[in-house]
């Protein structure tokens, strides 16, 4: 797997891309870990895109200050 800072110099060739939405998921996989890829359309790999985008916006959404989130006493996290 190369991604882009690990390009080649060129030469060979490229059989597959791994949508924007899949990298977390494919950043986590452990070395010998299987992968399947699946041909999917430009508007799928989009929708993908924009439903990961939203899944963000609303864990962002959510962080609040400390004294918010509970009473305020870093041990009772």
Request: charge should be negative.
């Amino acid at each position: 797997m190369l991604l882009a800072d690990g390009q080649t110099a060129g030469g060979y060739p490229k059989i597959a891309t791994v949508i924007t939405a899949d990298l977390p998921r494919l950043a986590v996989m452990a070395p010998g870990q299987t992968l399947r890829f699946a041909a999917v359309s430009v508007a799928a790999a989009e929708q993908a895109a924009r439903a990961r985008e939203a899944e963000l916006q609303a864990l962002i959404a959510g962080i609040g200050p400390l004294a918010e989130a509970g009473n305020g006493d870093p041990q009772a996290i």
